[in-house]
């Protein structure tokens, strides 16, 4: 019997209410509001530095850490993406950690919450050749991406950075990252699409539909104007000052091995989602970038489209964090409704459940509140191989559950 099966009469609608779901430990109540604005690029310019496919918005973790943390406080993310929710700790004065098994993550997450200032990264790129002889017979073929040119200089600053790894130069990294592919001139490659790597095959196929050839791009220019615009909000000092209370790790969100046990009051985060994104292939050219073994990322990131295998990892890092939370500290964890099996799936109900068994987390947490924030089009909306409405998900639902 599947897990599904299992659980389907542990937690069932109110009737009466449809805002409540009724659980062996009384009522759970489902809040429908607009909790945080559906404005685009309203927080710090610093959240915006890089496109990460899935991610939620940077309101979500300042709309919880405002009501359940005070300053110097400890926040943490064990699926930690680009970083938004350590960066958001560290611009309210909380201490941070984040978590993901992606080494990627560590490369757009740690520049963020220590930056450099644009008069730095100026200068570091004047110090930089990009314009050394390069091996092309050597290097991957990326000519549906790029022009030769600019492929040489891209070549030449992976190459550098690899060797150099100061605060400076990891934020060039982090800035040339969010350069690699997209649909504008401000981009390095020809069109393309900015929040996923697409396979080299379709990009030929843009090329040709579109009758184009990669044209050169200066890396060095671009590279500086978009630091401008990610430094633009200010707050370098307070940042760096904050740095050193913040902590990033590599690892399985289900053994948070450099976590210590009771040392988190607040967990804001988003697990995968029932394989609605493949985070290897959809960033194979950041990975290319950074030197990452596709094997090293491969295998380790839980991608299933088995819901009771979603459910075993959900849990498993329900237990984790139960771990590493103070007494009667709190987990906001952001999932969705999804397309399972030809019908819409409430992933929150599922979460309800898992605290609610016997079998998986019923002694650990205990469900406080649902938060839904609805939306007119999915979260993967619009995005290569998703159609609107047909995957992802149409609304954000935080399962807020407290640590018993």
Same mark, same amino acid.
């Given at each position: ?12 609608? $109110? ?72 960066? %958001? ?16 993550? *560590? ?19 004047? @110090?930089? +050749? ?6 092309? $017979?050597? @290097? ?22 690899? *060797?150099?790894?100061?605060?400076? +130069?990891?934020?060039? @990294? ?46 060095? $220019? ?12 200010? %707050?370098? +000092? ?16 289900? @053994?948070?091995?450099?976590?210590? $046990? ?53 849990? +498993? ?88």
């Amino acid at each position: 019997m599947s897990a599904q099966a299992l659980l389907k009469n542990i937690v069932t609608e $109110s009737a009466s209410q449809p805002s409540q779901l009724i659980t062996p430990f009384g009522p759970v109540t489902r809040k429908f509001d607009e909790f945080w604005t559906a404005k685009q690029r309203q927080m710090h310019s610093l959240h915006y530095a890089n496109s990460y496919r899935a991610s939620f918005k940077p309101e979500l973790p300042e709309y919880f850490i405002s009501l359940f943390t005070n300053p110097g406080d400890r926040v943490g993310d064990p699926f930690g993406g680009r970083g938004t929710t350590i960066l %958001q700790a560290a611009l309210m004065n909380r201490k941070g950690v984040s978590n993901d098994v992606n080494p990627l993550s *560590e490369r757009l997450a740690a520049p963020k919450i220590c930056p450099v200032t644009i008069e730095e990264i100026s200068d570091r790129l004047d @110090e930089i +050749d990009l314009n050394a002889p390069v091996d092309m $017979s050597r @290097e991957e073929d990326m000519s549906m991406f790029y022009h030769e040119d600019t492929y040489r200089e891209l070549i030449n600053l992976r190459n550098y950075l690899a *060797e150099h790894r100061d605060d400076i +130069d990891r934020f060039i @990294e982090m800035t040339a990252l969010s350069r690699l592919h997209g649909h504008s001139n401000g981009f390095f490659s020809a069109y393309s699409f900015p929040q996923i790597s697409i396979p080299k095959v379709n990009q030929a196929k843009i090329n040709k539909t579109r009758g184009v050839e990669p044209d050169y791009r200066d890396i060095k $220019s671009r590279i500086l104007k978009k630091a401008k615009t990610t430094l633009k909000s200010g %707050q370098v +000092d307070e940042l760096r000052r904050w740095a050193k209370h913040q902590k990033l790790t590599t690892g399985d969100s289900r @053994e948070l091995k450099e976590w210590a $046990s009771e040392s988190v009051n607040l967990v804001v985060t988003s697990p995968p989602f029932l394989n609605q994104v493949d985070y290897v292939q959809d960033t194979w050219i950041e990975t290319w970038f950074c030197g990452i073994p596709r094997e090293e990322v491969e295998g380790k990131i839980v991608q299933t489209p088995d819901l009771t295998k979603w459910m075993e990892f959900i849990s +498993d890092t329900l237990s984790e964090l139960h771990r590493v939370l103070v007494p009667c500290g709190l987990v906001a964890m952001e999932v969705g409704e999804v397309r399972y099996q030809g019908e819409l799936l409430n992933l929150d109900e599922i979460l309800v459940q898992l605290t609610c068994s016997h079998q998986y987390n019923r002694h650990q947490f205990k469900v406080k509140e649902i938060y839904v924030q609805s939306q007119q089009f999915t979260k993967l909306a619009n995005c290569f191989r998703v159609e609107n409405n047909k995957l992802g998900t149409n609304t954000n639902r935080i399962v807020l559950m407290e640590k018993i």
